[in-house]
């Protein structure tokens, strides 16, 4: 198996976080079922060999480029071969930057990337698939992700931009209000914008990077109860945390760090 994290150019690094890249081959008898649960993010997957199952109340072949948005539950995913496949990770409020509708549209929903940008996208998936180094299909991507970016601005993106740092400074644990008043915003417009460029209510996101930051903290202090480190992440009792656990992973915080192998944050 080989993972690389890749950093963006300096004109995208403002609105993305990193790409990842990961190859690996599931032979016949070995394959193994991967949950997703949410991470904070926004991401565009290509995929260049065998695709992934996703695995819910139907099962589906992911197509080969997929715009994934912000996630409010699980579900797993079962590789069906030879795997390799590149992703780009937007930072939280910047995915709406390069598509025409708002992102809240793809809530816990992944759409054909052909769907959102026309027929550019195919072109894009052919011209990637003639390119042998990830370098050269990294820079590729790169100057479709410029050709989008420069259709699109929004004045409201730098207050949404310091609500996130407000966010992640507090690790989740921060009022709704303290939010819209850092902003200098009314609740409902707050929300109106956050969830158009983010993708998720305040309310709804706080959850997801709380369940995060829980996640880092384990990876922090692996000998904490989970009555420690449910208040060490600002939930308020131990069953609080076991609530949220089981709503966007589908078991316990218990059963997630004994079966899960080395969990670890993908915010954090």
Same mark, same amino acid.
């Given at each position: 198996m080989q993972f690389r994290l890749i950093k963006p150019s300096p004109l995208l690094a403002p609105y993305i976080r990193q790409y990842w890249y990961l190859e690996m081959d599931a032979r016949e008898g070995m394959q193994k079922t991967e949950r997703v649960v949410p991470n904070g993010f926004v991401e565009m997957t290509f995929h260049f060999s065998d695709r992934l199952m996703r695995i819910g109340e139907t099962c589906e072949m992911q197509p080969g480029i997929i715009i994934s948005g912000q996630k409010t539950g699980f579900f797993d995913v079962l590789p069906t071969g030879r795997t390799e496949m590149l992703s780009v990770q937007f930072y939280p409020h910047s995915a709406g930057l390069f598509f025409p509708f708002p992102v809240s549209e793809l809530a816990d929903y992944s759409l054909h990337l052909e769907d959102a940008v026309g027929t550019v996208a195919r072109e894009l998936e052919e011209q990637l698939q003639d390119l042998s180094s990830l370098e050269e299909r990294v820079a590729h991507i790169e100057r479709f992700l410029l050709h989008l970016l420069s259709r699109n601005t929004t004045y409201q993106w730098n207050r949404i931009c310091h609500t996130i740092h407000l966010i992640n400074n507090a690790k989740g644990v921060i009022s709704v209000s303290e939010l819209a008043d850092a902003a200098c915003m009314s609740r409902k417009q707050q929300e109106r914008e956050f969830k158009k460029m983010v993708g998720l209510s305040p309310k709804q996101y706080l959850k997801v990077i709380r369940f995060q930051s829980a996640l880092y903290a384990h990876q922090q202090f692996p000998g904490d109860t989970l009555?420690? $480190?449910?208040?060490?992440?600002?939930?308020?009792?131990?069953?609080?945390?076991?609530?949220?656990?089981?709503? $966007?992973?589908?078991?316990t915080p218990g059963q997630y760090f004994s079966e899960c192998e080395a969990p670890y944050s993908d915010y954090f």
């Open positions: 009555t420690e $480190l449910a208040y060490r992440c600002g939930y308020f009792d131990q069953s609080h945390m076991i609530n949220d656990f089981r709503q $966007l992973s589908g078991i």
